[in-house]
């Protein structure tokens, strides 16, 4: 058989050697090389698919979108129910008021620990605990921020992520609270947390006073202050009531809550850490305030006896300073109760715990009596004497109240009732919406067995047999959980299997549009106009049978959209049976060792990929392999020095998955390196660009990249000088934070001012997006965009040797190539198997651009250390933004370098980007197996970032293959004429 190569979409660039030997399965010719041992058929060109280029674009937007939305439908729908009927207990309470102090941000650790001299950290909360009230540790779930973590102390339920990304201060559905069902509610503290509580209450009984905004600023001089005008404040408004007897009267009161967020400990902590000296010191601030406000309390109301006091956490914060992730150090926060209604020390002799923490915090001997963070609203609903709010999940911690054992058990039997009346309005609504012979109930909790654990344990009761109403009571609480679970579940596995079914069809349809548009593995199919009807109608019965079964059922809209989806899909499967079929002939022909060690290289390709999500040390394996592909593949022979650069730079890159994630450990140093390391390597391309025959050809072109580098200058400056000036407590200085916005501004603007030949343009994209990464880096990664830009420009340039030494095509020059004339390139070859390996490449750089300096825990946490040159306020949206535009600055990068690669190969974007879908829809169909809904709530939560990310980046290379398109093919022209220079 004679050699060819793969022959154009357009039949040119046929080889020389004759035509190939008619008949067989196959008219073409053999095309081996050395890394995959596959083959490449050269055959008549293939005429389109049937559906266009846009509605195709169009449709894989839809479908991605689905499949990107059912996860939050499938997981993240909210639980919360309503209709229930409000429960109380019905004997009077210990408490008239509570007060509510809660420090945001403090870690247990850092309230009960000793200091080296071993003294309190916190004197009068010590003393509390050790004489007074009961102690332990309250743990909280991911994600570890302020609002889930409010709403589960004060509301009684774990807030589901897709409630939390809606919006920090707006409730994007009602739940009730402890403060909705007390009769006076007054609170201070933080804008970002008090109103929803009050927006969410019936009637007009939340009071909120609040600082403004701009007060909570990570560089101000002391955070401190935040806390201290809480105190101040209140101080102050029970002085006024004196004088204003409808205040006074209300205050006096039963049923009264008084709340207390402190954020100053956590506002510290983000800025200085937690081992800092300012955070330790406002730890000591917020225990003299909260000494204050008791004495002062208790001299209001006349030493009565009838205040109840709880100090708690949100959530804990990590050695490094940021929160959202499920580290112990988050998710461990401290709980003190004292006063009206609440248990005296407990001592005892020995206790059992996992961790260490008693001997280190020498508490041995008072009883550390641990709860779920959503337990303290039921708690403090007992304490007053309140209905438990009607959405509570907490279970009532009995070891916290003194009070009668009758007391105990009518108050754990009011919370029973509470969480059964939820489960059982959440059986009704998914009865009520599911045919009766396919309705299956929770059977530990069948009507007749919720009346049975009533019965049993109001005779209880009656006997004064409390404890064994107590157990019986906690046994209904968890059942009654297991069922809201069953129910809040009950559809998972149905809708699961639609969206898998959906994403396999889509999978092998864009898979069978490759092969038939872009290759030449099939024969010519003999056109027929008459198309068979036979499938058209059987899925559309199959369409009405679902929907009519949906219909019945009065199904949500959106499950229609779910379980007819796969119908469309699978019917253009099957359209394309031809292709199938011809395909399948093909492969048997081939021996079978090439298939299957073809086959096994692309799974273990992608399981690598997938590996890398949850091990970043997987990165640095694929790297080194990467280092080695020149050698394995015999290229090295004929281009040994970029060879060797590449391997260097591989050898570099495989560094960075192996440090800690980004912002552990701060190191200013290292991003005035990179800076300096910027500018010098900008100094050496100015050099070798003047001297080579695409130099700068006139005075504007100098002036952009003269300007860029000193962007990149003054960047370096700003970050060293605003570490500086925040290490004094001296604020962002104006100056600095003018700098970085205008840097921000004019990153994506001046790119398209430069020359539009490869290496100019795509250095000077470097330029523009690195003066920003600097203003937005730390440490370390600061050098990350510098490697990997490197090894970028080298890849493109190792692709053309790839294609010389397959034989695929003359190698172009690339110091003249123009990006200008790259659009107008009509001539395209057909894919070969090595533009598999393009595009795995491709898809590995853009894993690697999101983990090389970090992984899901690190993205999840709010670390606004990153932000300071562009603003220390707390603002969450923008800040988040920034953090999200420090994330996408690599994928640019690798994006750019990507089209690069496609139009210097001769390749359509489109058969490349189809590859690149193929790939990461398995990767999607991998983490769609892989979601969990079980274990740690970390894990849960890791699981479905994985699935949502590789989603998201599927629609998200769209975006990118569009952003680089522009950023490298177009220029704005500055009143003058372009000479244009051809390729």
């Given amino acids: ?376 609203a039921p708690l403090m609903a007992s304490l007053i004497g309140v209905p438990f709010p009607l959405n509570s999940v907490g279970t009532l911690p009995l070891e916290y109240l003194n009070n009668s054992d009758h007391f105990k058990a009518e108050s754990m039997f009011t919370n029973a009732v509470q969480v059964l009346e939820q489960f059982k309005v959440k059986m009704s609504q998914k009865k009520r919406t599911t045919l009766s012979f396919l309705f299956t109930p929770f059977k530990p909790l069948s009507d007749s067995e919720q009346i049975n654990f009533l019965k049993k344990a109001r005779l209880y009761i009656q006997q004064q047999k409390y404890s064994e109403a107590v157990s019986l009571c906690k046994t209904l609480i968890n059942l009654a959980l297991k069922g809201l679970s069953y129910y809040h579940t009950y559809d998972r596995l149905f809708l699961g299997l639609s969206i898998a079914v959906s994403f396999v069809g889509w999978t092998t349809y864009v898979i069978l549009v490759i092969i038939k548009t872009h290759t030449n593995l099939i024969k010519a199919a003999q056109i027929n106009n008459k198309e068979s009807t036979g499938p058209l109608y059987s899925f559309m019965f199959a369409g009405m049978i679902i929907a009519f079964f949906l219909l019945i059922q009065a199904s949500p809209w959106t499950y229609y959209v779910y379980c007819l989806l796969p119908v469309p899909i699978w019917y253009a499967v099957v359209r394309e049976l031809h292709v199938i079929q011809d395909l399948a002939a093909n492969l048997w022909s081939l021996p079978v060792g090439h298939s299957v060690g073809f086959l096994l290289i692309c799974i273990l390709g992608i399981e690598l990929l997938v590996f890398s999500f949850f091990y970043r040390s997987t990165l640095t394996v694929g790297l080194l392999v990467f280092a080695g592909w020149p050698v394995i593949t015999q290229m090295w022979v004929q281009a040994k020095r970029t060879t060797l650069i590449w391997t260097l730079l591989c050898v570099f890159l495989a560094v960075f998955p192996l440090m800690p994630v980004v912002g552990r450990e701060p190191n200013i140093p290292l991003v005035i390196v990179a800076g300096l390391t910027t500018l010098l390597i900008s100094c050496f391309s100015l050099a070798s660009f003047s001297r080579s025959e695409n130099k700068y050809r006139g005075k504007e072109d100098l002036k952009v990249y003269f300007y860029q580098m000193f962007s990149i200058a003054l960047s370096t400056y700003v970050v060293s000088s605003t570490h500086n000036s925040l290490k004094n407590k001296q604020g962002l200085p104006v100056f600095n934070q003018i700098v970085s916005w205008m840097t921000l501004a004019s990153s994506s603007a001046l790119p398209l001012l430069s020359p539009t030949l490869l290496f100019q343009r795509l250095f000077s994209i470097l330029l523009s997006l690195m003066a920003t990464y600097l203003l937005l880096s730390t440490g370390y990664e600061a050098l990350f965009p510098l490697v990997l830009s490197g090894l970028m420009l080298v890849w493109i340039q190792m692709e053309q040797e790839a294609l010389q030494h397959y034989g695929l095509s003359l190698r172009s020059k690339l110091a003249v190539f123009n990006f200008a004339y790259a659009t107008d390139i009509t001539q395209f070859r057909q894919l070969h198997l090595d533009d598999i390996r393009r595009s795995f490449f491709f898809v590995f750089f853009i894993v690697t651009a999101f983990f090389g300096t970090g992984n899901i825990a690190s993205v999840n946490s709010f670390d606004p250390a990153s932000v300071y040159c562009f603003l220390t306020v707390f603002s969450p949206f923008m800040m988040g933004g920034l953090l999200l535009l420090k994330v996408v600055i690599p994928f640019v990068l690798v994006s750019c370098a990507f089209e690069a690669v496609q139009v210097t190969t001769q390749l359509s974007s489109k058969s490349l980007f189809l590859i690149v879908l193929v790939i990461s829809d398995i990767m999607a169909l991998h983490f769609f197996f892989l979601v969990k809904d079980y274990g740690s709530w970390l894990d849960i939560g890791t699981s479905i970032s994985h699935y949502v990310l590789v989603m998201s980046l599927t629609i998200f290379m769209m975006l990118m293959n569009g952003l680089a398109q522009l950023l490298t093919t177009k220029r704005l022209e500055l009143s003058r004429r372009t000479k244009h220079h051809s390729m």
Avoid at 328 to 344: C, H, K, M, Q, R
Wanted: aromatic share 12%; proline share 6%; net charge negative.
């Fill in 1 to 376: 058989m004679r050699m060819w190569g793969c022959l154009r979409a357009v039949g040119v660039w046929q080889d020389q050697l004759g035509p190939a030997r008619e008949g067989g399965l196959l008219r073409g010719v053999l095309l081996y090389h050395s890394v995959w041992k596959v083959q490449c058929w050269a055959l008549p060109w293939w005429p389109p698919v049937t559906m266009g280029v846009p509605v195709f674009i169009l449709a894989g937007l839809l479908v991605h979108f689905v499949f990107l939305a059912s996860i939050f439908d499938i997981y993240f729908s909210s639980p919360l129910v309503h209709g229930m009927t409000p429960q109380q207990t019905p004997l009077p309470p210990p408490a008239k008021r509570l007060v509510l102090f809660v420090a945001d941000g403090l870690r247990a650790d850092s309230l009960f620990e000793l200091n080296s001299n071993n003294t309190p950290q916190a004197p009068y909360l010590r003393a509390i605990l050790e004489n007074n009230g009961s102690w332990g540790i309250s743990h909280t779930r991911v994600p570890t921020e302020s609002r889930p973590g409010h709403v589960a102390l004060i509301a009684g339920f774990y807030e589901d992520v897709s409630a939390v990304a809606k919006g920090w201060k707006e409730n994007p559905v009602e739940f009730d609270s402890v403060f909705n069902e007390s009769k006076h509610t007054w609170s201070w503290g933080s804008p970002d947390i008090l109103p929803m509580f009050a927006k969410g209450a019936t009637g007009d009984h939340v009071y909120t006073f609040c600082y403004t905004a701009e007060s909570e600023d990570f560089g101000a001089q002391d955070a401190a202050e935040l806390d201290t005008w809480v105190f101040d404040h209140v101080k102050s408004f029970f002085n006024s009531s004196r004088s204003n007897q409808t205040l006074f009267s209300a205050l006096n009161e039963e049923k009264v809550v008084l709340f207390l967020h402190l954020l100053g400990i956590d506002t510290n902590g983000h800025a200085h850490r937690p081992y800092s000296k300012e955070y330790k010191e406002n730890i000591r601030k917020v225990d003299e305030g909260v000494e204050e406000i008791v004495s002062m309390l208790e001299s209001f109301y006349g030493n009565d006896g009838k205040t109840a006091y709880i100090l708690t956490s949100d959530h804990g914060m990590t050695d490094w300073g940021s929160h959202g992730a499920g580290h112990p150090s988050e998710t461990l926060t401290p709980l003190i109760a004292w006063g009206a209604g609440v248990n005296y020390p407990q001592e005892v002799t020995s206790q059992l715990f996992e961790d260490n923490f008693l001997k280190e915090w020498k508490l041995e001997n008072l009883k550390r009596m641990d709860v779920n963070q959503a337990d303290i």
